[in-house]
DNA sequence: TTGAAAGCGCTAACAG
DNA sequence: CTGTTAGCGCTTTCAA
């Protein structure tokens, strides 16, 4: 049988290629070709520091003009390392996942690793089934902006390598975007620029973000004597901007904080629509800068969030997870990556006229949308 | 040994859970735990209908509750079938690649499959690495935008399953879209709005779609009498599209089409930084309405692709392929997808300024632009 | 430094 | 319908 291989082999290529034409070389094949142990190949692409240099470069070479390659999945079995990480969004659809998962992917690439990409359609169902069917194919996961429970991503993590990226479950290592401090920036340069009333856009229930955000505001607007009001909870999308920019104005408030800018470029669609004036009538900030928010219209103030090196660290943060630490091991050092506010257009001095003043302004469009 | 199993797990956990705590269960737990052969499990899983309903209820529910899923790669191994796919893109930065990828997951999703995701980089050095290193991994592949030559393509179906997208190769099935119905009507509707003069900005050499539209640019003009001046190759980029911009006032052509909205959106941005209006003094039109093409200013005049579609098309003619075909099967028909004009503000009738007199106008700038 | 042998966890004939 | 028996292609002791 053996024999056979080596024969058709011999007619066919005389260089010496690929053995059974249409199979594709095995360990056994390039062993049988080098007249070495199958073992020895394992080691000469496993392990090449533990062959002899002239036996290595032989098979090597011999592999290479067959067109081996080791079967990753074969390698996977016995060594249970995959090289490949899985990445789990909730929506491949928002913009903001697109950084993620190219941070992800080129960090992921540097260390030599696949990434496998998942969307979770936003619900833990789907989320926990991914998680299962992935677990063994994969080395480990980041979970990025996960709808699971605080116990279950324990219960994850007990038996398999985890970074969760925009969340706090102790103790499983994370990614924070921490708005915090670029929100403060933001409702500062709101004050600064004469604004007494302020919508703030809130985004999903469950976001850790969201309520260090509204947090934030609340404090600052205690302490520059603001009057914040909460608007939501809103799906983080265009529409749902759209849609509650109406809200907006029938709040009566001369500017708005988004909790992304989906939702940021979405008001901005309405109001204009409206014919409202941005930034002249009301000003508008979001959240994140992500592509787009600086070719909107206006051009959008935003907080400048790194995403893609969220996605990066949360690989990296993973990665280093596989230097001897079980699963399960006691808790990392979480990542925190700050925000800062980038100025844009879409922000300027309150209208001179008050709150109140504007409101009648706009009285007609106002009740038009009722 | 198996005895020592069943004492801990039963003493451990009184309705009978995880065997051997730490160790994932194996098909061979549930075999003992149930009093089946580990054929019978693997069955239960894999060939439900093969065996007997009332064995079956009973080795799903034990393995249900000792927390056992199979192993996939361990599954992969002796049926070579891994239900992953890899998706390869030569740059996941460019939004295009966005709705590609999640046209290609939701199908993959849909179908039970997951996406692995790579970024070749642009290089077809980098995609040789990433297939090979892939193959055996993935159950096949679709190369979006490959850089492949045609002969290596030819050469990587021959030995696993592939679709390319944006690309033609026989055999190899294709997912094409056609950008030619599209352009055809975008050059129309340019020269109904009596465009007489008009750019095309060229997209990078090697690609299928440039060369497609470029041909039908050239067509159209010579019906209906319209010169076209050719500018580029360019990176299908922002940044390009901004460089390009000024070429194009030099050109002085009173509209633009562009091989992709990346660059649309960089000549609109440039073009307002230097004061020439658009539509009013050069009209604008892209290609492909990606994210933000609607909301940049002003919302562009773009040839709509179905990308997601192209995404979703690719991957279920991937699988398709795995419905007893052999690798390297006889050629299958192309996805052919068509384009259409989306109408919006960047583009207008033509200056009634004639193009000479409109240089003049613009006179300052472009010698400030040397 | 190299070889032989025993699996990794599962699937897939082939009997029974 | 179920059990037995071989592997899938590779890694990894353990000896030599």
Redesign the interface.
Known sequence: MPTRDRDRAQRAEPAGDSPDPGR?PTIHDVAARCGVAASTVSRAFSRPERVNPATRQRILSIAAQMGY?P????R??PSGR?R?LGLLVPD??N?FF?DL??GA??AA?TAGY??????TEETSQQETTVV??????VDGFVLASSRLSDARLREVYA?TRLVVVNRRVRPVPGVLIDSATGTRQAAEHLASLGHRRIAYLAGPRASWSDARRWRTLQAVARQRDLSVVRIGPLAPTVEAGVAAADAVVLNDVTAVVTFNDLLA?GV??RLRARGVDVPGQVSVVGCDDI??AD????PLTTLTAPIESAGRSAVDLLLSLFDGDEPGAPPRQDVVLPTRLTIRDSTAVAPTTGPDRSAQDRAGPVSAAH
């Open positions: 594709t390659h079967n990753p999945i074969a996977a079995l995959t490949t491949i659809t913009p697109l998962i190219r992917e080129r690439a696949t990434l496998v990409l998942a969307d299962d069917r992935l677990t063994g194919a038996k470029i901005l669609r592509f787009g070719f909107c219209h206006p």
